[in-house]
Protein backbone atom coordinates (compact mmCIF):
# COMPACT_ATOMS: atom_id res chain seq x y z
CA UNK A 1 0.00 0.00 0.00
CA UNK A 2 1.33 3.18 -1.08
CA UNK A 3 2.74 5.77 2.05
CA UNK A 4 2.96 9.44 2.19
CA UNK A 5 6.26 10.97 3.22
CA UNK A 6 7.79 14.39 3.34
CA UNK A 7 10.02 15.07 0.25
CA UNK A 8 13.71 13.97 0.26
CA UNK A 9 16.64 13.91 -1.23
CA UNK A 10 16.55 10.23 -2.18
CA UNK A 11 13.35 10.49 -3.93
CA UNK A 12 13.50 10.20 -7.50
CA UNK A 13 12.35 13.76 -9.18
CA UNK A 14 13.49 13.48 -12.23
CA UNK A 15 11.62 10.88 -13.70
CA UNK A 16 8.31 12.31 -12.56
CA UNK A 17 6.11 12.73 -15.42
CA UNK A 18 2.39 13.71 -14.60
CA UNK A 19 1.80 15.28 -18.48
CA UNK A 20 1.85 18.67 -16.86
CA UNK A 21 4.69 20.72 -17.46
CA UNK A 22 4.67 23.19 -14.92
CA UNK A 23 4.08 20.17 -12.65
CA UNK A 24 7.07 18.07 -13.32
CA UNK A 25 9.20 21.43 -13.15
CA UNK A 26 7.77 22.45 -10.15
CA UNK A 27 8.76 19.09 -8.16
CA UNK A 28 12.10 18.62 -9.84
CA UNK A 29 13.04 22.25 -9.66
CA UNK A 30 11.47 24.20 -6.85
CA UNK A 31 9.80 21.52 -4.35
CA UNK A 32 12.25 21.45 -2.42
CA UNK A 33 13.88 24.43 -2.04
CA UNK A 34 10.78 26.06 -1.08
CA UNK A 35 10.63 23.08 1.84
CA UNK A 36 13.96 23.98 2.92
CA UNK A 37 12.92 27.79 3.32
CA UNK A 38 9.73 26.74 5.03
CA UNK A 39 7.71 28.03 1.65
CA UNK A 40 5.73 25.02 1.71
CA UNK A 41 5.92 21.10 2.11
CA UNK A 42 5.81 18.92 -0.56
CA UNK A 43 4.33 15.35 0.28
CA UNK A 44 5.51 12.94 -2.22
CA UNK A 45 3.78 9.18 -2.19
CA UNK A 46 5.69 6.51 -3.09
CA UNK A 47 4.57 2.58 -3.05
CA UNK A 48 5.83 1.91 0.39
CA UNK A 49 7.90 3.71 3.03
CA UNK A 50 11.44 4.75 2.07
CA UNK A 51 11.13 4.43 -1.71
CA UNK A 52 12.31 6.79 -4.15
CA UNK A 53 9.75 6.33 -6.91
CA UNK A 54 7.13 9.12 -6.77
CA UNK A 55 4.13 8.08 -7.63
CA UNK A 56 2.29 11.36 -6.65
CA UNK A 57 2.52 14.98 -4.85
CA UNK A 58 0.88 17.45 -3.12
CA UNK A 59 2.46 20.92 -1.59
CA UNK A 60 0.76 22.77 1.01
CA UNK A 61 1.09 26.30 2.12
CA UNK A 62 -0.98 28.94 4.41
CA UNK A 63 -2.41 31.71 2.54
CA UNK A 64 -4.67 34.53 3.22
CA UNK A 65 -7.73 35.49 1.21
CA UNK A 66 -10.18 38.05 1.53
CA UNK A 67 -13.71 37.07 3.34
CA UNK A 68 -15.47 39.05 0.87
CA UNK A 69 -14.70 36.03 -2.23
CA UNK A 70 -16.36 33.41 0.38
CA UNK A 71 -19.77 33.41 0.01
CA UNK A 72 -20.58 32.64 3.97
CA UNK A 73 -22.21 35.56 5.51
CA UNK A 74 -20.99 35.18 8.97
CA UNK A 75 -17.35 35.78 8.31
CA UNK A 76 -15.53 38.74 9.74
CA UNK A 77 -14.40 41.31 6.90
CA UNK A 78 -10.97 41.55 6.08
CA UNK A 79 -8.15 38.36 5.70
CA UNK A 80 -8.89 34.96 6.87
CA UNK A 81 -6.23 31.70 7.31
CA UNK A 82 -6.40 29.45 4.58
CA UNK A 83 -4.13 26.08 3.47
CA UNK A 84 -3.47 26.67 -0.13
CA UNK A 85 -2.97 23.17 -1.75
CA UNK A 86 -0.52 24.67 -3.94
CA UNK A 87 -0.15 21.74 -6.43
CA UNK A 88 -1.48 18.06 -6.78
CA UNK A 89 -0.07 15.82 -9.47
CA UNK A 90 -0.19 11.78 -10.27
CA UNK A 91 2.41 10.29 -12.51
CA UNK A 92 1.14 9.14 -15.72
CA UNK A 93 2.58 5.34 -14.65
CA UNK A 94 -0.60 6.13 -12.02
CA UNK A 95 -3.36 8.01 -12.91
CA UNK A 96 -7.23 6.68 -13.12
CA UNK A 97 -6.29 4.09 -10.31
CA UNK A 98 -7.74 6.70 -7.27
CA UNK A 99 -4.49 7.96 -6.25
CA UNK A 100 -5.43 12.11 -6.72
CA UNK A 101 -8.70 11.75 -5.28
CA UNK A 102 -7.05 10.09 -2.07
CA UNK A 103 -4.16 12.67 -2.49
CA UNK A 104 -6.58 15.23 -1.75
CA UNK A 105 -8.98 14.01 0.91
CA UNK A 106 -5.19 13.68 2.63
CA UNK A 107 -4.60 17.02 2.33
CA UNK A 108 -7.96 18.20 3.57
CA UNK A 109 -7.30 15.52 6.47
CA UNK A 110 -4.05 17.69 7.02
CA UNK A 111 -5.59 20.95 6.55
CA UNK A 112 -8.30 19.79 9.29
CA UNK A 113 -5.62 18.72 11.37
CA UNK A 114 -3.92 22.16 11.49
CA UNK A 115 -6.84 24.00 11.78
CA UNK A 116 -7.18 22.53 15.43
CA UNK A 117 -4.11 24.13 16.61
CA UNK A 118 -4.11 27.38 14.25
CA UNK A 119 -6.92 29.47 12.48
CA UNK A 120 -7.63 27.71 9.55
CA UNK A 121 -11.17 28.65 7.65
CA UNK A 122 -10.65 26.40 4.18
CA UNK A 123 -8.37 24.77 2.42
CA UNK A 124 -8.41 26.80 -1.34
CA UNK A 125 -6.90 25.41 -4.68
CA UNK A 126 -6.06 26.94 -7.83
CA UNK A 127 -7.35 24.60 -10.59
CA UNK A 128 -4.80 24.73 -13.39
CA UNK A 129 -6.94 24.09 -16.10
CA UNK A 130 -10.52 23.78 -17.08
CA UNK A 131 -9.85 19.95 -16.82
CA UNK A 132 -8.50 20.01 -13.58
CA UNK A 133 -11.45 22.24 -12.28
CA UNK A 134 -14.45 19.79 -13.13
CA UNK A 135 -12.07 16.70 -11.69
CA UNK A 136 -11.94 18.51 -8.76
CA UNK A 137 -15.73 19.47 -8.72
CA UNK A 138 -16.75 16.25 -10.47
CA UNK A 139 -15.71 14.56 -6.56
CA UNK A 140 -18.33 15.88 -4.77
CA UNK A 141 -16.32 16.70 -1.90
CA UNK A 142 -17.70 20.45 -1.33
CA UNK A 143 -15.25 22.31 -3.12
CA UNK A 144 -16.89 25.46 -4.59
CA UNK A 145 -15.47 28.30 -6.09
CA UNK A 146 -15.04 31.85 -4.64
CA UNK A 147 -16.86 34.78 -6.01
CA UNK A 148 -13.94 36.25 -7.93
CA UNK A 149 -12.69 33.46 -9.42
CA UNK A 150 -14.07 30.52 -10.66
CA UNK A 151 -10.94 28.26 -10.76
CA UNK A 152 -10.01 29.29 -6.98
CA UNK A 153 -11.67 26.74 -5.20
CA UNK A 154 -12.53 26.04 -1.48
CA UNK A 155 -13.65 23.88 1.07
CA UNK A 156 -14.29 25.25 4.77
CA UNK A 157 -13.03 23.08 7.43
CA UNK A 158 -16.37 22.44 8.93
CA UNK A 159 -17.23 20.54 5.65
CA UNK A 160 -13.38 18.72 6.08
CA UNK A 161 -14.91 17.87 9.66
CA UNK A 162 -18.24 16.44 8.08
CA UNK A 163 -16.16 14.16 6.40
CA UNK A 164 -14.84 12.18 9.29
CA UNK A 165 -11.80 11.49 7.61
CA UNK A 166 -9.90 10.40 10.95
CA UNK A 167 -6.82 8.80 10.83
CA UNK A 168 -6.29 9.18 7.27
CA UNK A 169 -3.03 11.44 8.04
CA UNK A 170 -1.45 7.97 8.98
CA UNK A 171 -2.18 5.80 5.97
CA UNK A 172 -3.45 6.99 2.44
Known amino acids: MPVVEFLASHHDRTNFDCGKESLNRYLREV ?36 SEVVPEKRLPRGSIGVILLGRLAVSTLYQNQGLGKRML ?7 ELVSRRIGIY ?38 IQQLNLGNLTAEL
Open 31 to 66: ARQNADRNLGVTHVVVPEKGAATVMGYFTLVTRVIE
Open 105 to 111: LRAMAET
Open 122 to 159: ALVLDALDEQARAWYLGLNFGLMPVADDPNRLYVPVNF
